[in-house]
């Protein structure tokens, strides 16, 4: 190739560099002048000439840090040790508002001597690059913080955590009221006036809000906001201006974004399925870039990584509601009051589990308190809690010793499980009961337990009696084992304390330690059960609570002669009218003259029936209880059968006439024969005829 050609290439490819090079390139000048560089560079398009050539950094770029660069520009004509790629920001000259990011290399140019001739930077604006990688920096982030937890107020948290000074100067997240209480939402637009709770307000700088972390608010209409309520679309404001819909609309709001030096908004509905859950807003200060249209992308994704986090927390709550309303409208409202024993309650509701208990009358006086939890979550678990508590008040007032009810009790889980198919992960159905009998005409207390905690039972002086009832397997996990019951006298004023592992789940997983408090707690015989109850509320569970807690308290009484009378009568006919005299005597001094006639006819059909087919002597007892129970004791263990006696009958009439006169009667069965009651209510008269009819 000849010179001239040489010289023409040399020539096109050193125009080319300075005009069509995809990167900007500077000339300085020892001085650190600029003597050319090239106008095809990205982002110095546009930059006439003259406003660069001559001038120095700071001249032409007050925008960047040219004391810096200076200093580096030295470093490199001094010791020939080239920079490369080194990052700086800064305004673009011609463009003040927008901020740029630039990667810089430079290099010392010397002539063949080693004269120094000055400098080239090469300047390559990486802003978008910058943007695009701080971008899923923060969804990377998003990803792994927010949704933690299954609380909606943290979540939105999460959130401003993720966003502020990164994204955003300040980030306020509303979210709707009946999201925060698990209540039921509707789909579509929310109204202007659906109230909304403050969530969150974080930010870089002083924010004036008039309202408060934690309070309701609501917005006015209309604005950018409810508009973005209303359609469920995000809003971008990139540059706010008194003009601004949202500053006519809502001047408190404007004054106080203002005050903020708010520069840039914006606004994003939190929604799932086309439901809205609150909304997000998103503000930016005057010293920040204005948003733009990927920023409106990439605060969207956030909304709704967010209001994905804060539905499920939603769904958690608002089920929990649903299991926690079932729940207690299948347990009793309150315990029946007894004279066997005085009882109070204390349930507090948890993430898990479904305690319940009874307090279930039955004949002769007795009482059954029952104490129950089934593992699980949700409504699945409170609808099995209600099933078992339903089977429990059956076998109960069918007289079932403890250990045969839980047995059978035992067989009905097993087969729940059977025809219940658990979620993926969920355990099969299990539950745990204690179950026991206390007689207040003997003082005696049987029980047994599946799987349950122990029974605690405090004497008088705060001291623990001798009563250990044994724990077999839980329900559901018994396999047709069988379980023990023990029985024990108790002394007048014994308290019985039955709970459920949520009481005393303590730290060391044992729960010991909690129990040694629990009863210290309740050993104050001077304080009512109702003042005991709250002070385990108030010293034993202070936090949340992971499972349900329950906790039955049960004061025993003995009932003396001035309530129970018992007559041993002979297997002799003649005696029939015998019972019948120390009925009426002994009600007479009771004061019951009203009931007499018919607790005498009941008394006679009871005892000529224990006399014609049991045998040995004749137990009868009179008990005053909540109404008058009269019982009928022989060895015989053959229950009695009602029928109808047809017109021509000489007998069958007395069950039928029992049962007419009574509230209530029954059998229950002993170690030796059986027992039939009938019970009275204890109200004047009552009109025999009416009842016989």
Known sequence: MQANDRDRTDAALLEALFTRAPAGLFVLDPELRVVRFNTAARGMRGLPPDAVVGRTVEEFAPGFPHEKLTEIARAVLATGNS?????????VPHDPERRMVASLSMFRLSAPGGRVLGLAVMAEDITEQQANAERLAILNDAQRLIGSTLDATATAGELAEVAVGRFANTVIVDLLDDVLRGRRLPPGPVPADMPLRRAVLRSTQEFSSSVPTGSLTSLIFPTVLTQSMHDHR?????????????????????????????????????????????????????????FDEKDLELATELADRTALSVHRAWQYLHERNIATALQRRLLPVRPPELPAVDTAYLHL???????????????????????????????????????????????????LPADELLGVLDETVRRLAEETVPEP??????????????????????????????????????????????????????????????????PEGSLLALYTRGLTAGADGTGQGDRDRLRRLLAHPDRSLRELCDDVAYAAVPHRLDEDALLLLARTRIFGSDRVAIWTLPADPAVVSTARTLVSQQLAAWGLHGVADDTELIVSELVTNAIRYGKGPVRLRLIRDRGLLCEVTDSNSAAPHMRLARTGDEGGRGLFLVMHLSRRWGTRYGERGKTVWAEQPLVAGVERAATIA
């Open 83 to 91: 920079v490369r790629r080194l990052e700086v920001s800064g305004t």
């Open 234 to 290: 995000p809003r971008l404001i990139a540059r706010l201006a008194a003009d601004d819909p949202l500053m006519v609309a809502d001047p408190a709001r404007a004054r106080r974004l203002a005050e903020a030096g708010a520069r840039s908004l914006v606004v994003v509905p939190l929604t799932v399925h086309g439901t809205a859950l609150g909304l997000a807003v998103f503000i930016r200060s005057v010293a920040e870039a204005p």
């Open 349 to 399: 509701s948890g993430d898990a589990d479904a305690d319940w208990f009874d307090v279930v009358p039955l004949s002769g006086g007795r009482v059954a308190l029952v104490c129950g939890t089934v593992t699980g979550r949700g409504v699945e678990a409170a609808a099995t809690m209600g099933q078992l508590r339903t089977v429990v008040q059956t076998l109960a007032r069918q007289d």
């Open 425 to 490: 992960g969920e355990p099969q159905v299990a539950a745990s009961c204690l179950y026991l009998v206390y007689d207040p005409v003997t003082g005696r207390c049987s029980a047994a337990a599946a799987g349950h905690p122990p029974l605690m039972p405090i004497a008088r002086n705060g001291g623990l009696l001798d009563f250990d009832v044994p724990v077999g397997p839980a329900l559901g996990r018994g396999g047709g084992e069988g379980y023990e019951a023990v029985a024990v006298e108790l």
